[in-house]
């Protein structure tokens, strides 16, 4: 089969083998998402060598749990050892032995197959299409904010980035009712911000926004977001941390100290509230898409994923 | 009065005015610490200029509020406009304009006489001598931490330090039944730990304890201290940063997105339960003075205190 695969460099391979593992699923990807992850990744972060990509829709071809076989499904991305008492307690997001498709020590979704346990895929209703089905694990992630920290109306949220991930959190907390206000660079990004409802405040004019937002959650993927976000957040506030990035970030810690702040940590969701968000049609995804292209123009998509501006850049597998 | 003041140097002053501020209390000092605090403060820290020293116990020689005087006291430290949101909740703390003793906007506690609003000020009742009473505001903010996160007799618990705050952290968790550990540099900064009850690991060794604490509290006053928590705290446990200090930090940020850890600062907490923490005997802080001295030796006594190995040095009045 074809795969996308980074070793030395990215790749696409045409005689891969099938990811058979035992008691696992085999779905037949219909659709890839590249996220900011991938994009990392292939600077360096997280170290990883294999078949890229961790948000998809696909068929199931093999399972040991036959009603799967033939349904459309997306996955959650995280696989445990089973064993341990965080896999026991069933959440296998922090076992110390897990695995994670495309990112840790597993092939991922950009490939014509992929290789994952039955529990980790979710049948996708027919009111998704296979493009929208592509957001369901990162908007997931973005849910996953709600159960950090409790946001209401009275909330005074601000996003710092424009980006995918940005998008799908101002999305995720519409049903909130809270305030939102997204700070970025992109005015493209930005109008598509102000259409999901939020205010868009440029990052030349950030510095008057200091300490006006009860959270604030960085999506910002870069290593400056963490300090405009302390600088923004309110005496007692919440800094959300949503995305990862290669290498390290230079920052004072004392307001942090000095204002009581509290950070918190926020990776992958449950794909449960994220299906049922998606179907109940609340969640808008169409307009983030910048391409749509094939398996085989892998690496140039990577590049186009990668420019100033992009947006989510899908690879169809046929 | 005398005065120990920083502007280009630290240095006793011998004809400072009285502080005097409409409608506060005046206290003649009896003893004040010298905290990590107040040797930042003379790196650059907080920018401050004036009289230093914010722990102290004094005797009251004029307020407003009659019955104060001749009390003996000790205090809290900020000093809210009083007509903010903030202040108006009965949280001074955080006032975006408030003076702090000895750290901002406000003459300190290394003097003869200082001056606070009577409501910051505290009786120390007789159980509590002048020495001990001069760990009352620093044994505050130890508490304050389980103001911020539930600890019981199961939660594993580290702390990265062994110096005079970190001690007191020591020494406010015993009550809670938790398991501690002390990771720190110093031998007998370790045997302190020891005694108070906690399990003392050299910094050497911290390398063993990967993943192992449900909370790391960093009250290291190091820059290094939260990158060694970070090592330390098992995945979506909580960090409390408990220290500040001049400067800025490098550090990865993506354990704490991957691991999904909490972050929380701590700064200043009450006196209410120091006071009666202490008045009960459970806090034992006699142990944790390295030496007293006069207010006339004030430069030798921060010099003291700034040497590696050195527990509390005080500054006695008269």
């Known amino acids: 089969m074809r795969a996308l695969r980074l070793s ?26 590249i996220c900011n992850t991938d994009l990392e ?38 696989v445990g050892c089973g064993a341990c008492p965080l896999c026991k307690s069933g959440d296998s997001r922090h076992c110390p032995s897990r695995s994670v498709l495309g990112i840790k020590g597993r092939d991922g979704a950009f490939a014509d197959y992929l290789s994952l346990p039955d529990a980790n895929l979710f049948e996708v209703p027919d009111s998704i299409d296979d493009t929208a089905a592509v957001f369901l694990e990162p908007l997931a992630a973005a849910l996953h ?53 939020a205010r868009a405040v440029p990052l030349s004019d950030a510095e008057r926004e200091r300490g006006a937002f009860d959270v604030v ?3 910002s993927g870069s290593a400056s977001g963490i300090s405009l976000a302390i600088e923004l957040v309110k005496p007692t506030g919440t800094i959300i941390l949503k995305s990862t990035h ?21 990776r992958c969701g449950r794909l449960g509230p994220a299906i049922e968000a998606m179907s109940r049609g609340s969640i808008d995804v169409t307009s983030l898409i910048s391409a749509v292209a094939s398996l085989d123009d892998g690496p140039q998509a990577f590049a186009r994923a990668g420019e100033p501006g992009a947006m989510k850049v899908i690879l169809r597998m046929s």
């Open 8 to 33: 030395d460099k990215l790749e696409l391979v045409r005689d891969a083998p099938l990811p058979r593992h035992p008691q696992e699923t085999l779905v037949q990807v219909i659709c890839a998402g």
């Open 41 to 78: 990744i292939t600077k360096g972060y997280a170290g990883f060598e294999g078949t890229l990509g961790h948000e998809f829709v696909g068929r199931v071809v093999e399972s040991p749990r036959a009603e799967l076989i033939g349904r459309r499904v997306a996955g959650e991305i995280n």
């Open 145 to 197: 904010i709600l159960d950090a920290i409790e946001i209401d109306h009275s909330t005074q949220v601000a996003i710092v980035g424009d980006g995918k991930l940005a998008q799908l959190v101002i999305r995720s907390l519409t049903t909130t009712g809270c305030d939102i206000t997204a700070i970025g660079k992109h005015e493209s990004k930005l109008s598509l911000a102000r259409v999901a409802g």
């Open 217 to 219: 959650i960085d999506a």
């Open 246 to 266: 290669h290498g390290s970030t230079t920052l004072s810690l004392t307001p942090v100290v000095v204002n009581e702040l509290r950070i918190a940590g926020s």
